[in-house]
């Protein structure tokens, strides 16, 4: 057998040990999906992902505007639709023409998270896209089903970026699972292959990796930001809204960002109200994030953070994690 049969032999014995139903439906040779983190998860990473066997996704996050996404979207031009795209309650409903473009392009998934209006759904579904939502309690869970979701992302406290400190990983998952029966991603702190494994054997159809995969080659997360991440473990990060205030984006509260901890974090914790109303602090922001310094710009990372260390190609990242999490569940 030649290297290039025994490699194809270890892909396929490694995608039928971490198949799942939903990724079945999906024709994804691995359950793997990007988060659509925005300003990182651009349509680079999105083919890159879906190269691997994933489904990439794009992601338009407090920025994202329909223009930016027909920028990304050259990148995917050539997966025939076999990629996703992530957008913001909130962001789309200021700038409705995303989602025209979101649907416009066809994708396999579209992602709508951080809100309680589900109009989009079927709208979406009517495309014949199918839909997928952030959920942090069984209550929502149940709701977007009701509302007609097909895919389900349970995403634990632990997960870098914006969303609801509710809940860890595990006990969501199960909270999740055992409300609903739409398929479920996990979402949250997964960034090796033992917490891969751990949530398939829990009953996740799949994963819905952010942090792991934030830092890879084909991201759009700045070098500096890349550094960051290198340099930090799960111990570096910290919740907070300060940066939302700051910047004066209208995150709901309820969603505040897991970011590095930096600076500006540590000096304004718990002062959120007065630095509304600071405008030196506020200039001093604007300025670190054009300047690209981390000491003071937000970088959003998972309690994962910790396994990345060093740049490298989304496919040797999924490689290895799929190729350990197949490993240890196909241990007696």
């Known amino acids: 057998m ?3 049969q025994e490699s194809f032999s270890s892909d396929d014995r490694v995608a039928s040990g971490l198949s799942t139903e939903w990724s079945r439906a999906m024709d994804l040779r691995v359950p793997v999906v990007n988060a659509p983190m925005g300003g990182v998860a651009g349509g680079r990473l999105a083919a890159a992902v ?5 489904l990439g996704m794009i992601g338009m996050g407090s920025a994202g505007s329909a223009a930016a996404l027909r920028e990304e979207l050259r990148h995917t031009a050539a997966l025939d639709g076999r990629f996703g795209i992530g957008l913001v309650e909130w962001v789309v409903a200021a700038d409705p023409e995303l ?14 998270s951080f809100g309680t209006d589900p109009s989009w759904i079927a709208r979406v579904r009517e495309s014949g896209i199918r839909t997928a939502t952030q959920v942090y ?3 929502e869970a149940r709701m977007a089903e009701d509302a007609g979701i097909d895919v389900l992302v349970a995403r634990g406290s632990e997960g870098g970026g914006h969303g609801a400190v509710e809940m860890a990983t595990l006990p969501l998952l199960d909270a999740v699972l055992d409300a609903v029966s739409t398929p479920v991603l996990a979402a949250g702190g997964i960034g090796s292959p033992a917490s891969f494994a751990a949530v398939l054997a829990a009953g996740a159809g799949g994963v819905w990796l952010g942090t792991r995969l934030a830092a890879c080659a084909e991201s759009s997360l700045s070098e500096a930001g890349r550094r960051a991440m290198i340099g930090a473990d799960g111990t570096d990060t910290v919740v907070t809204t300060a940066f939302d205030v700051a910047m004066r984006l209208p995150w709901p509260t309820r969603f505040p960002a897991r970011v590095l901890r930096n600076e500006f974090a540590t000096k304004w914790a718990g002062r959120e109200d007065t630095l509304r109303t600071d405008e030196r602090a506020r200039a001093e922001l604007a300025a670190a994030v054009a300047a690209d310094d981390p000491r003071t710009a937000p970088i959003d990372a998972g309690q994962g953070v910790g396994a990345i260390t060093a740049v490298v190609p989304a496919a040797q990242v999924i490689d290895e994690l799929c190729s350990g999490a197949a490993e240890l569940l196909a241990r007696p």
């Not at 879906?50 to 994933?54: H, Y």
């Not at 989602?99 to 709508?112: F, H, K």
């Open 2 to 4: 030649s290297p290039q």
């Open 50 to 54: 879906t190269s691997a066997g994933g």
């Open 99 to 112: 989602l025209d473009v979101a649907i416009a392009a066809a994708p396999a998934l579209v992602s709508v």
């Open 137 to 139: 309690n069984a209550t």
